[in-house]
C-alpha cells in the first residue's frame, strides 16, 4: 500500500511540473493566451520593449487573489516607469476574468490558461481543484528570466517585485 502510495505521488509530481523548475536567467517560454485586453498576447509582443511581470494567481475574486491584483493596480504607474508590464495569469475563463476585472478596477490584462498550457510551460503547479501556485516570473526584456516568486505573499509582493526590477534595470541599463 505503502509504494503504490509513494507510486502515484511520484506520478502527481511529474503531471504538477512537467517541464521542472524555471531559473534565473533561463529563457521565458514563449505563450500566447487570449486576454481581457480583448486581443492574444504573446511574449514575443514585449521582447525587446519592456520587461515583463507575468504573475499566477490561484482564482479570480478570492480574497488573497484580489489583494495581489489590487497591489499591482495601485502600483502599476511605478511598474509603468520601470518599463515593465503586469500579465495575471489563472485557469479561469474569459467571462470570470473580465467579471475579475471589473469588480477590482485592474488596470493590466488578464490571460486566460484553460488549457493549462502556459503554467505547464512554466512549472506552476496545479493542484487537484484546478488551481494555480501563486508564482510570478520577471522577465527581462531580452526574454530571458529575472527573477523567480514562488508562494508570494499578496500584500507584499508586488512592492518586492518593485525593488528587484528597479534593481535589475538599473544593472541592465
Not at 495569469?89 to 478596477?105: G, P, T, W
Not at 484553460?114 to 512554466?122: E, F, L, M
Request: a positive charge; proline letters at 3%.
Amino acid at each position: 500500500m505503502v509504494m503504490k502510495l509513494l507510486l502515484a505521488v511520484a506520478i502527481v509530481t511529474l503531471a504538477v511540473y512537467p517541464t521542472g523548475f524555471l531559473h534565473i536567467g533561463d529563457k521565458a517560454p514563449e505563450f500566447t493566451a487570449e486576454s481581457t485586453a480583448g486581443h492574444k498576447i504573446s511574449l514575443s509582443d514585449y521582447r525587446g520593449k519592456s520587461n515583463v511581470v507575468l504573475f499566477f494567481y490561484p482564482e479570480d475574486m478570492s480574497k488573497g487573489c484580489s489583494i495581489e491584483a489590487c497591489k499591482f493596480r495601485d502600483e502599476k504607474s511605478v511598474f509603468d516607469k520601470a518599463n515593465t508590464v503586469i500579465l495575471g495569469v489563472s485557469l479561469n475563463d474569459m467571462a470570470k476574468h473580465k467579471e475579475f476585472v471589473k469588480s477590482d478596477k485592474l488596470n493590466f490584462p488578464l490571460l486566460v490558461d484553460q488549457d493549462t498550457s502556459i503554467c505547464h510551460a512554466y512549472g506552476v503547479p496545479i493542484d487537484f481543484h484546478r488551481y494555480v501556485g501563486r508564482w510570478t516570473f520577471f522577465i527581462g526584456k531580452d526574454g530571458k528570466i529575472a527573477g523567480v516568486y514562488r508562494d508570494v505573499d499578496p500584500r507584499t509582493h508586488s512592492l518586492d517585485l518593485i525593488r528587484d526590477i528597479w534593481a535589475y534595470n538599473k544593472k541592465h541599463h
